[in-house]
Nanobody
Framework: QVQLVESGGGLVQPGGSLRLSCTAR????????MGWYRQAPGKQRELVAS???????EYADSVKGRFTISRDVAKNTVTLQMNSLKPEDSAVYYC??????????????WGQGTQVTVSS
């Protein structure tokens, strides 16, 4: 059974920074892509940033130039560095692992979510 363990959320003032980390734990042969999604109250879950195994990155337009995603393939870890945070970045952030190959086959997994609140 694969589990995604997230850390790094919290409360920060506008203009501040936070760093989110997520590690996939379990018997894992390969992960195609990892990323972060977020969901604010009353809104749909949206992609924030993703990174494929070959290092191709994708960012939501609203975070380009402020957020940076990175990945350690050997450690099955993905990190999201968030700078110049705005109140509209407040949401629950979810880690995602796409096309995870484990002894049970190929599947996608989600973390439990971590709250990010940007407020003065």
């Amino acid at each position: 059974q694969v589990q995604l363990v997230e850390s790094g959320g919290g409360l920060v003032q506008p203009g501040g920074s936070l760093r989110l980390s997520c590690t996939a734990r379990g018997t894992i042969f390969r992960i195609y892509g990892m990323g972060w999604y977020r969901q604010a109250p009353g809104k749909q879950r949206e992609l924030v940033a993703s990174i494929a195994r070959g290092e191709a990155r994708e960012y939501a337009d609203s975070v380009k130039g402020r957020f940076t995603i990175s990945r350690d393939v050997a450690k099955n870890t993905v990190t999201l560095q968030m700078n110049s945070l705005k109140p509209e970045d407040s949401a629950v952030y979810y880690c995602n692992a796409e096309k995870v190959l484990d002894p049970q086959g190929l599947d996608d997994y989600w973390g439990q979510g971590t709250q990010v609140t940007v407020s003065s």
